[in-house]
C-alpha cells in the first residue's frame, strides 16, 4: 500500500498568514491526490482534487500544486473559519490512503 | 441536491456484526459515473478508507478489514451497505459514506454526516 505523511503534524498561525501544508506519497501517484478540510465533529470536506483543481465553491485562498510523490496545500490568507485539520488522500490505487493530518490552530 | 445519511446501530457488542446503510437522496446511486464509500475515523484519530463499490456491484476492499468487511449496494432502494464483523473496541469509531465523482477525478465530493459505532459489551 501507498504510505502517506504529512508535514507538519500541526502548525498554529495567525489570521491573515500564509499556511503551507506538504503531503508525501512513498511512490509516484502521478496527480491522484485530494485534500480535505475536517472541522470538529463533522466531515470531511474535499477542497483539491487532482493535485491543483479547486473543488466548486471552495475559496481561491486554497490552493494546491505537485505532482509525483511531493504535494503541497497552501491557504493563502488564513481566515478564522479555516482553523481545522487537513488531510491529504492519494486515489492513484486502492487501498486508497490517507495522510495522517495536519491541524491548523490559532496562534 | 444530493445528499448521504448514514443510519444503523449506534452500540455493537465484540465478537458481533456491524452493520450500517447509506441512502442515497436527490440523485441515482445507478450510475457509472460514481463509486461509493465508507471511511471511518476512531476517537481523536486520522481518516481510514474502510471500502466501494460500483453500482454494478464491483468492491475494492482495504486489506487491514478485507477479510472481515462486506460491502453491497441495492440500486433499487438507493442504498448501499456495510458490514463488519468480528467487531472489536478497535473499530469503535465514526463511520462516513461519502461518493467519489468521476468528474472530479474520483475524489470524495459529498459525505454523509457520519453516524457513531461504539463496539462495547
Known amino acids: 500500500a501507498i504510505q502517506m505523511t504529512q508535514s507538519p503534524s500541526s502548525l498554529s498561525a495567525s489570521v491573515g498568514d500564509r499556511v503551507t501544508i506538504s503531503c508525501r506519497a512513498s511512490?509516484?501517484?502521478?496527480?491522484?491526490l485530494g485534500w480535505y478540510q475536517q472541522k470538529p465533529g463533522k466531515a470531511p470536506n474535499l477542497l483539491i482534487y487532482?493535485?491543483?483543481s479547486l473543488q466548486s465553491g471552495v475559496p481561491s485562498r486554497f490552493s494546491g500544486s505537485g505532482s509525483g510523490t511531493d504535494f503541497t496545500l497552501t491557504i493563502s490568507s488564513l481566515q478564522p473559519e479555516d482553523f481545522a485539520t487537513y488531510y491529504c488522500?492519494?486515489?492513484?490505487?486502492?487501498?486508497?490512503?490517507f495522510g495522517p493530518g495536519t491541524k491548523v490552530d490559532i496562534k | 441536491q444530493l445528499q448521504l445519511q448514514e443510519s444503523g446501530p449506534g452500540l455493537v457488542k465484540p465478537s458481533e456484526t456491524l452493520s450500517l446503510t447509506c441512502t442515497v437522496s436527490?440523485?441515482?446511486?445507478?450510475?457509472?459515473?460514481?463509486?461509493w464509500g465508507w471511511t471511518r475515523q476512531p476517537p481523536g484519530k486520522g481518516l481510514e478508507w474502510i471500502g466501494t463499490?460500483?453500482?454494478?456491484?464491483?468492491?475494492y476492499y482495504n486489506p487491514s478489514l478485507k477479510s472481515r468487511v462486506t460491502i453491497s449496494v441495492d440500486t433499487s432502494q438507493n442504498q448501499f451497505s456495510l458490514k463488519l464483523s468480528s467487531v472489536t473496541a478497535a473499530d469503535t469509531a465514526m463511520y462516513y459514506c461519502?461518493?467519489?465523482?468521476?468528474?472530479?477525478?474520483?475524489?470524495?465530493?459529498?459525505w454523509g454526516q457520519g453516524t457513531m459505532v461504539t463496539v462495547s459489551s
Open positions: 461519502a461518493r467519489r465523482h468521476e468528474d472530479l477525478r474520483w475524489a470524495f465530493d459529498i
Open positions: 436527490g440523485g441515482s446511486i445507478n450510475s457509472r459515473r460514481y463509486f
Open positions: 488522500l492519494q486515489d492513484y490505487n486502492y487501498p486508497l490512503t
Open positions: 463499490i460500483y453500482y454494478s456491484g464491483s468492491t
Open positions: 487532482a493535485a491543483s
Open positions: 511512490q509516484d501517484i502521478r496527480n491522484d
